[in-house]
C-alpha cells in the first residue's frame, strides 16, 4: 500500500507557514510546531505503541505514520516530524543498541579505538527503506502540512557510541576528541558519511524540510565545536544542500554556537531558552551581515508547559514579540515535550500562537 510517487509529485506546500518562514519569507502565520510532539505525552501514543519495542515502531511504517499524524491532529501544528529516533540508522546499519525505556540509546561495544571506528559499519539504503516507506505513507496522509525528516548530528551520534549511552558530561567522548584526534576525525567523518545519506533518503522519499539534532553540542567550547565538530556537520548539511528542502539546525545550550552552527550550512537556527530570540538572532546577523537575514526556531523552556496557563501566556507572549524582533520565527519549544506534559496545555500554546498572528 505504499505510495510511491516520485519527488516530481511532491504536495503544493508553496503557502505552508513553516516552509514559507524556513525560507526567509513572510508567513500567513507565525508557523508552530513541538519538538518531540509525538510520544508519551499523548495518550494515543502510550496506547498504540503497548507492546512494541521503539526500534521496532520506528522500523513499522504503519504504526510510525499513525504515531507522526497523532500530534498534527491533535494539536494543529504546521509541521509533522517523522517518528523516529537519531539512532536508528546506526541500528539499521548494524550497530548493537537498543533504546532503554526510561534511559535512551544504549551501545553495546562503545566505539574508542581506531578499530571499533573501522568496524563501524556504513548505511545501505535499503537497510532504512521502513523509514523511506513510512514517509511515502506519511505524505499520502498529510494534506497540506509539511513533514520534516530528521537525523543525529555527527557529534551527537559519537557521544552515545563513545560513551556507550546517554552522558552527563560526555567526558569520554571529549578525552577521544583531544587525545587522540585522527581517531576522533574518522568517527565523525563515518557518522557524517551516513547522516548525510540518510538525510538524502528521506529527502528522496518526501520529506520537506530536514532538522539537524546536535542536542549535545552545547556540552563544547566555541573553539572545539570549530575544530572538531563543525567540519563534519557542515559536510552533513552540504549532503541535502542542492535538495530544495529547508535545513534546521539544533542544539541545547548553543548560545556560545549560534554563528558556527549556521555557518555549517543552515537555513533556521534552532534556539533553547537560555537565550531571547532577538539575541540570537543579533548574534546570527552580526557573524554573517552580508548574509539572509537570520531564521530561529524555539524557544518556549519545556518546563514551563507545567506552571500553569497564566504564566505559559506571558512566556508565549514575549517569545512571539522577540520573534518579530528576530525577523523570521517558527515557534517550537527550547528542548523535547517532556512526558509527564499535559497534551491540552500543548494544544492551547499552539492556538495562542496562531491568534497572535
Ligand atoms: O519508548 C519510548 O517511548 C522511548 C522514548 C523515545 C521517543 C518517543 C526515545 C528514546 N526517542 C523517541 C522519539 C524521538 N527521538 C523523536 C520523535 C519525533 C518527535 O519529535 O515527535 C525524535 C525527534 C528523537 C530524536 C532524539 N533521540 C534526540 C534529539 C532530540 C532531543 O530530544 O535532543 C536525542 C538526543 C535522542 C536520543 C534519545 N532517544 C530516546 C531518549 C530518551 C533519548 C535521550 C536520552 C538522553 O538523555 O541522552
Known amino acids: ?18 516552509l514559507v518562514a524556513a525560507r526567509g519569507g513572510a508567513p500567513s502565520r507565525t508557523p508552530v510546531w513541538f519538538m518531540r510532539q509525538a510520544g508519551r505525552s499523548l495518550p494515543e501514543y502510550r496506547q498504540v505503541r503497548e507492546g512494541t519495542p521503539m526500534l521496532q515502531a520506528c522500523l513499522t511504517p504503519e504504526l510510525a505514520c499513525e504515531v507522526t499524524l497523532q500530534p498534527v491532529r491533535r494539536h494543529g501544528v504546521d509541521a509533522a516530524i517523522l517518528f523516529s529516533d537519531i539512532v536508528v ?3 539499521a546499519a548494524g550497530v548493537d543498541l537498543d533504546i532503554v525505556p526510561g534511559t535512551g540509546p ?7 579505538t581506531a578499530a ?20 511515502r505513507l506519511l505524505t499520502a496522509e498529510l494534506g497540506d502540512t509539511p513533514l520534516i525528516g ?11 557510541l563513545v560513551e556507550g549511552g546517554p552522558s552527563r558530561n560526555h567526558e569520554r567522548t571529549k578525552a577521544l576528541m583531544h587525545s587522540e584526534p585522527e581517531v576522533w576525525h574518522a568517527l565523525l567523518d563515518r557518522l557524517a558519511t551516513i547522516t548525510g545519506e540518510f538525510l538524502r533518503l528521506q529527502v528522496e522519499a518526501g520529506v520537506d524540510a530536514v532538522q539537524l539534532f546536535d542536542s549535545w553540542a552545547g556540552a563544547l ?29 539544533f ?25 531571547p530570540l532577538d539575541e540570537a538572532a543579533r548574534r546570527l546577523r552580526a557573524a554573517r551581515p552580508e548574509g539572509p537575514e537570520p531564521v530561529v526556531q524555539g ?32 515557534f517550537n519549544l527550547g528542548h523535547g515535550v517532556l512526558p509527564q506534559t499535559d497534551p491540552e496545555v500543548v494544544t492551547r500554546v499552539a492556538d495562542l500562537v496562531h491568534s497572535l498572528s
Open 1 to 18: 500500500m505504499t505510495n510511491t510517487a516520485p519527488v516530481s509529485a511532491r504536495r503544493d506546500l508553496s503557502e505552508s507557514p513553516l
Open 89 to 91: 540508522p546506526l541500528y
Open 106 to 112: 544504549v551501545v553495546a561495544n562503545p566505539v574508542r
Open 116 to 135: 571499533d571506528v573501522a568496524a563501524l559499519p556504513l548505511l545501505r539504503p535499503e537497510q532504512v527503506e521502513p523509514v523511506a516507506d513510512t514517509i
Open 150 to 160: 530528521f537525523a543525529g548530528a555527527p557529534f551527537t551520534l559519537a557521544s552515545y
Open 221 to 249: 567550547s566555541e573553539r572545539d565545536y570549530r575544530e572538531f565538530v563543525l567540519p563534519h556537520s557542515t559536510r552533513v548539511l552540504a549532503a541535502v544542500a542542492d535538495a530544495g528542502v529547508p535545513r534546521i539546525h
Open 251 to 275: 542544539g541545547v545550550g548553543t548560545g556560545e554556537l549560534l554563528p558556527a552552527m549556521r555557518e555549517a550550512g543552515a537555513d533556521v537556527v534552532g534556539v533553547d531558552w537560555r537565550i
Open 299 to 330: 524557544n518556549l523552556d519545556p518546563a514551563l508547559l507545567f506552571a500553569g496557563w497564566p504564566v505559559l501566556e506571558r512566556e508565549v507572549r514575549r517569545i512571539v514579540e522577540e520573534g518579530r524582533a528576530a525577523g523570521g520565527h517558527i
